[in-house]
Antibody, heavy 118, light 114 residues
Framework: QVHLQGSGPGLVKASETLSLTCTVSTYSISSGSYWGWIRQPPGKGLEWIGSISHSGTTYYNPSLKSRVTISVDTSKNQFSLQLTSVTAADTAVYYC???????????WGQGTLVTVSS | DIVMTQSPDSLAVSLGERATINCKSSQSVLNSSNNKNYLAWYQHKPGQPPRLLFYWASTRESGVPDRFSGSGSGTDFTLTISNLQAEDVAVYYCHHYYSIPPWTFGQGTKVEIK
């Protein structure tokens, strides 16, 4: 079992930057695999945001690429998401997840609700 | 971008009966070099994170009951729940991870008890 725990502010002001961190336990990020962020706006479906490898290789959703940065800190066994210039459309539950077989997600964090306020 | 379209959007099935969910991709997600379909299925219950059911379209994730089955190839895929149980009430998503991003999800299919 791999445990992922997301953390970060639940409320972000419009035009500011959303920052979330996912802490991984019972598995070393340095061991390999990719790690991703997926979100779900209220009442809507799932949207893949982007993924990062243990060595820092990234893949981003082109629709968000200009605003997204995903980084990894192997010393803390964490990876992070930054989303700039947020609007109400970025209000969602944000999940962090581990990639299993390319690029399905086999372990997920519980999710963090982030609300963008005006 | 590859668009994933699920049908139906929702369905109600009696306990013990079969539920069938279809997923169609706008382009093939079959990699002919390894004969793998880059398609996953997830179960998502309220208040919980999604749960991986199948990857490579038909490979069952560890711990998934065998009443769940995944099938299909190319552009057409099916998730079947035979002998539906009350704990199977959820939204089910297909997800492609083929080729280059974005790796997109279907819109979801809500399964309820009739």
């Amino acid at each position: 079992q791999v445990h992922l725990q997301g953390s970060g502010p639940g409320l972000v002001k419009a035009s500011e930057t959303l920052s979330l961190t996912c802490t991984v336990s019972t598995y070393s990020i340095s061991s390999g695999s990719y790690w991703g962020w997926i979100r779900q706006p209220p009442g809507k479906g799932l949207e893949w945001i982007g993924s990062i490898s243990h060595s820092g290789t990234t893949y981003y959703n082109p629709s968000l690429k200009s605003r997204v940065t995903i980084s990894v800190d192997t010393s803390k066994n964490q990876f992070s998401l930054q989303l700039t210039s947020v609007t109400a459309a970025d209000t969602a539950v944000y999940y962090c997840a581990k990639v299993g077989q390319w690029h399905s997600f086999d372990y997920w964090g519980q999710g963090t609700l982030v609300t963008v306020s005006s | 971008d590859i668009v994933m379209t699920q049908s139906p959007d929702s369905l109600a099935v009696s306990l013990g009966e079969r539920a069938t969910i279809n997923c169609k991709s706008s382009q093939s997600v079959l990699n002919s070099s390894n004969n793998k379909n880059y398609l996953a299925w997830y179960q998502h219950k309220p208040g919980q994170p999604p749960r991986l059911l199948f990857y490579w379209a038909s490979t069952r994730e560890s711990g998934v009951p065998d009443r769940f089955s995944g099938s299909g190839s190319g552009t057409d895929f099916t998730l079947t729940i035979s002998n539906l149980q009350a704990e199977d009430v959820a939204v089910y998503y297909c997800h492609h991870y083929y080729s280059i991003p974005p790796w997109t999800f279907g819109q979801g299919t809500k399964v309820e008890i009739k």
